[in-house]
C-alpha cells in the first residue's frame, strides 16, 4: 500500500513589533526545507492580527516525522526564539480526496 500524503498547518503569532523580522526568519528558512526529501508544498503567508500561517504537503507521515526532526526545523527554531508571542500551533491533517484531483487536494 503506498503511503498517503499529508498536509500541515503551523501557525506562528507574531511578538510586538516583531512580524518583520518573524516573516523573514521564515523566508531564511524556505530553501533547506524545500530541498528535503518529500517535500511537496512548504509555504507562509500573512493572516490578520499579526499571524503568518505556514502550509505544508508532505509525501508521507515518514517524512514530515524526519522533517520535524531534521536540522532545517532545529535552525528555525533558532531563527523564530523570541520573535512570537505564544508557541507555534501546528495542525497535521490527513487529505480527504473530494472533487477533481487538481481542485480538491492540496
Same mark, same amino acid.
Given at each position: %500500500?503506498? $503511503?498517503? *500524503? #499529508?498536509?500541515? #498547518?503551523?501557525?506562528?503569532?507574531?511578538?510586538? /513589533?516583531?512580524?518583520?523580522?518573524?516573516?523573514?526568519?521564515?523566508?531564511? !528558512?524556505? *530553501?533547506?526545507? &524545500?530541498? $528535503?526529501?518529500?517535500?511537496?508544498?512548504?509555504?507562509? &503567508?500573512?493572516?490578520?492580527?499579526? &499571524?503568518?500561517? %505556514?502550509? $505544508?504537503?508532505?509525501? !508521507? +507521515?515518514?517524512?514530515?516525522?524526519? &522533517? !520535524?526532526?531534521?536540522?532545517?526545523?532545529?535552525?528555525?527554531?533558532? +531563527?523564530?526564539? /523570541?520573535?512570537?508571542?505564544?508557541?507555534?500551533?501546528?495542525?497535521?491533517?490527513?487529505?480527504?480526496?473530494? /472533487?477533481? *484531483?487538481?481542485? /480538491?487536494?492540496?
Amino acid at each position: %500500500m503506498a $503511503e498517503k *500524503p #499529508v498536509v500541515v #498547518v503551523a501557525i506562528f503569532r507574531a511578538a510586538d /513589533g516583531k512580524l518583520d523580522q518573524l516573516r523573514q526568519a521564515l523566508v531564511e !528558512s524556505i *530553501p533547506a526545507v &524545500h530541498a $528535503e526529501d518529500g517535500c511537496e508544498l512548504y509555504a507562509i &503567508h500573512d493572516a490578520p492580527d499579526d &499571524h503568518i500561517y %505556514m502550509l $505544508e504537503k508532505w509525501t !508521507s +507521515r515518514a517524512a514530515l516525522d524526519a &522533517h !520535524s526532526a531534521g536540522e532545517p526545523v532545529r535552525q528555525l527554531g533558532e +531563527r523564530v526564539n /523570541g520573535l512570537t508571542a505564544a508557541p507555534t500551533e501546528v495542525i497535521v491533517m490527513d487529505p480527504i480526496a473530494a /472533487g477533481t *484531483p487538481a481542485q /480538491g487536494l492540496l
